[in-house]
């Protein structure tokens, strides 16, 4: 069993910057695949970024660019980089441990960023 736990979200302006933690509850990123993940009103979750094998990243093209992953090994915690954040980047963000093996598939409980003057 794995638990994370989201931090970081809020209100920003358009333009602002956030960072997102996950803090896992063992050391999972060996055999874990990391990621993040959000879902607004009315819409179905999408992928933001993720680790695929190794260092290697993966990012939905409307955040390229303004978006970084990155993850603390010792600390057993990812990080969400938001950057020029916009008001379509308002939605709960949920990190995901997937274990590709397994396919075992685990969720934190979501944080809420809203973009907004």
């Known amino acids: 069993q794995v638990q994370l736990v989201e931090s970081g979200g809020g209100l920003v302006q358009p333009g602002g910057s956030l960072r997102l933690s996950c803090a896992a509850s063992r050391s999972i990123f060996s055999i874990y695949r990391m990621g993040w993940y959000r879902q607004a009103p009315g819409k179905q979750r999408e992928l933001v970024a993720a680790?695929?094998?190794?260092?290697?990243?993966n990012y939905a093209d409307s955040v390229k660019g303004r978006f970084t992953i990155s993850r603390d090994s010792a600390k057993n915690t990812v990080y969400l980089q938001m950057n020029s954040l916009k008001p379509e980047d308002t939605a709960v963000y949920y990190c995901?441990?997937?274990?590709?093996?397994?396919?075992?598939?685990?969720w934190g409980q979501g944080t809420q960023v809203t973009v907004s003057s």
């Open positions: 680790f695929t094998t190794g260092a290697v990243t």
């Open positions: 995901n441990a997937f274990q590709p093996f397994s396919r075992n598939s685990y």
